[in-house]
């Protein structure tokens, strides 16, 4: 099955400073890649996925990389806010059958991101 | 409009004891999944359900867990025989469409504690 390690555990970074979030994973038929935010006593919320079929996807502040040949993802925030501070999740999964959607989530382990004013 | 929810939000039960975790998913999502998130850890798989599709119970931990969705919709997390190694954040999600790219939606979570 499918295994996503996700580094570093813990991130500390100043108010304004980008914040790098890494992700390997096994199954070279994944080809969907969430990233969740998850504040304390909160489910996630999804704050950027990427497809396969492209290499980088920006919105706002965030973006994400995919490097399929690797086998490695990544997540990217800039002029990091306070409100930042969360545990980040990265995940991966396969089409089902019929290929418009998407199965279970196999998630990174998280990385708890800190932003210090 | 409403999005998953989760009851209780919190659980606290005596080991041996079952317990039963409540899932609403959005409406019209047809695709239900249950997550089990220990402490400082990622989430796990638990179990999915596709419309009338027979449920992928892979990760299932033991046969002392079970669920079931009734009517494509609510779903019901049963755990049986409680271990305080089941002492974990529950969680719920919901995807959209069948035949579109489904993002999940999460639940708040159900917090279990076995005593």
């Known amino acids: 099955g499918e295994n996503v390690e996700q580094h570093p555990s813990t991130l500390s970074v100043q108010e304004g400073d980008s914040a790098v979030i890494k992700c390997t994973y096994s199954?070279?038929?994944?080809?969907?890649f969430p990233w969740y935010k998850q504040e304390l006593g909160k489910g996630p919320q999804l704050i950027i996925d990427i497809r396969s079929n492209v290499g980088e996807k920006k919105d706002q502040r965030i973006a994400v990389t995919l490097n399929k040949t690797a086998k490695h993802f990544s997540l990217h925030i800039t002029e990091t806010q306070p409100e930042d501070s969360a545990v980040y999740f990265c995940a991966a999964s396969t089409t089902l059958a019929g290929g418009t959607s998407y199965g279970k989530l196999t998630f990174g382990q998280g990385t708890i991101l800190t932003v210090h004013p | 409009g409403a999005g998953v929810s989760q009851s209780p939000s919190n659980k606290v039960t005596e080991k041996g004891k079952d317990v039963e975790l409540r899932c609403d998913p959005i409406s019209g999502h047809t695709a239900l999944y249950w997550y089990r998130q220990s402490l400082g850890q990622g989430l796990e798989f638990l179990i999915y359900?596709?419309?009338?599709?027979?449920?992928?119970k892979s990760g299932l931990p033991s046969d002392r867990f079970s669920a079931e969705r009734t009517g494509g919709s609510v779903s019901t997390l049963t755990i049986q025989r409680t271990q305080q190694e089941d002492s974990a954040v529950y969680l719920c999600a919901s995807a959209g469409l069948a035949g579109l790219y489904n993002e999940q939606f999460f639940g708040p979570g159900t917090r279990l504690t076995v005593l």
């Open positions: 199954d070279s038929a994944s080809n969907y």
């Open positions: 359900f596709q419309g009338n599709s027979a449920p992928d």
